[in-house]
Nanobody, 113 residues
Framework: EVQLVESGGGLVQAGGSLTLSCVGS????????IGWFRQAPGKEREGVAR???????DYADSVKGRFTISRDYAKKTVYLQMSSLKFEDTAVYYC???????WGQGTQVTVSS
């Protein structure tokens, strides 16, 4: 069974930092690019960052310079380091493997202004 489990969310003040984790199981984690997405209340889900198999990375313009995506193949984990957080970063954050139609439960990030 494919599983992606997100964790690390929480409540943080504007300007603060959080690191999210995404642990994959039930599929060959190493064979997939992994992306982080987020969905704020009343808004559509949007892509935030993506790390490819060659470790190249893409970021949404809104998070460039503030967020960093990385992966640990041994731990089958992808991380999203978030700094200089803004109120508008408040959302539920999800990770997803490219080509797999599976979404985890997500982890809530709330930034207080």
């Amino acid at each position: 069974e494919v599983q992606l489990v997100e964790s690390g969310g929480g409540l943080v003040q504007a300007g603060g930092s959080l690191t999210l984790s995404c642990v994959g199981s039930g599929f060959t984690f190493d064979d997939y690019a992994i992306g982080w997405f987020r969905q704020a209340p009343g808004k559509e889900r949007e892509g935030v960052a993506r790390i490819r198999l060659d470790s190249s990375r893409d970021y949404a313009d809104s998070v460039k310079g503030r967020f960093t995506i990385s992966r640990d193949y041994a731990k089958k984990t992808v991380y999203l380091q978030m700094s200089s957080l803004k109120f508008e970063d408040t959302a539920v954050y999800y990770c997803k493997a490219d080509g797999l139609n599976y979404w985890g439960q997500g982890t809530q990030v709330t930034v207080s202004s």
